[in-house]
């Protein structure tokens, strides 16, 4: 399973080019509630590379073994999958 991560301090953010092609694969305009395991978010940052990036981010594909329910967690934009379940808190 593939999932989109921002790897920068900033936010997560696609380029205006960027959500322009995802909409047309997926007729939403909008990524509000869109799982970063959705296939075509994750076809549309690959495919694009690092012209999906906005000014504030740096997103990466990321592969994690099918099936794995997984959380997102973010210190000032900068992202990181934790597999649920699997972390302690400090």
């Known amino acids: 399973m593939k999932i989109v991560l921002n790897r920068t301090y900033g936010g997560f953010g696609l380029s205006i080019h960027a959500l322009a092609l995802y909409a047309m694969r997926t007729g939403h305009r909008f990524l509000y509630d869109v799982p970063r395991d959705d296939p075509d978010l994750v076809a549309v940052v690959e495919h694009l590379g ?4 906005n000014d504030y981010s740096c997103l990466e594909v990321i592969e994690m073994p099918d099936g794995t329910e997984y959380v997102i967690v973010a210190h000032e934009g900068l992202e990181s999958a934790l597999e649920k379940g699997h972390y302690w808190p400090s």
């Open 50 to 53: 690092s012209e999906a990036n």
